[in-house]
């Protein structure tokens, strides 16, 4: 639990509301995890789902793992203590892109149960939308896109998600989508249907 430093402080509301911006952008302000092992495609499925919904006219975001180390998380590592911090900076910012009204994507690695049950926690039901990018480790060493999985098995990358840091796999994700069976067009299509059939968009 993160402690509350700052006193003297009141939360302000404003006169435009979440409905209000969801009625402007036509869809429901929502929150899409994709989580899984280095090279599962999370960032590559979450743009590619990007995409179609933009060419529907919806408003996306995308908060990638690498980039937001980039700058908002420049400060954390990669010890279990600044993976939980990594991870609860996420939430508590795709809470706020998702209370704008935008259909927000976030494609972290996010290897704890309890960090990623904690971001669901932050937002009403139905707006967190897991989605486990599943593929066995063999395929993600094949893949090894940034050859990560190289350096760990060398001893050049301590506390490696699959290697020698453990992956929790989600319980009960929305999604379950193995992209060792699904293309990319088919996994893509799979997540747009789920969002259509919970009319997150038409």
């Not at 996010?110 to 009403?124: I, M, Q, V």
Request: aromatic share 8%.
């Amino acid at each position: 639990m993160t402690k509350q430093k700052a006193t003297n402080i009141t939360w302000h509301e404003g006169a435009i509301t979440n409905a209000d911006r969801e009625r402007l952008l036509q869809q429901k302000g929502v929150v899409i995890w994709f989580t899984g092992l280095s090279g599962s495609g999370k960032s590559t499925l979450a743009h590619a789902v990007e995409e179609k919904l933009f060419e529907k006219g919806h408003l996306t975001y995308v908060l990638d793992g690498d980039n937001i180390r980039h700058g908002l998380n420049k400060n954390l590592g990669f010890s279990p203590e600044d993976r939980e911090e990594n991870i609860r900076r996420i939430g508590e910012v795709a809470k706020l892109f998702a209370d704008a009204g935008i259909i927000t994507m976030t494609a972290f690695i996010s290897p704890y149960r309890a960090d990623r049950d904690k971001a669901r926690a932050l937002l009403d039901d139905g707006r967190f939308i897991e989605v486990y990018v599943k593929v066995p480790l063999e395929v993600a060493e094949e893949r090894d896109p940034k050859g990560l999985y190289k350096k760990a098995r060398a001893g050049e990358i301590k506390q490696f998600t699959g290697i020698d840091a453990p992956y929790e796999e989600p319980l009960n994700a929305e999604l379950v989508i193995d992209t060792s069976e699904h293309s990319l067009e088919e996994s893509a299509e799979i997540v747009l249907k789920y969002l259509q059939e919970c009319q997150i968009v038409k």
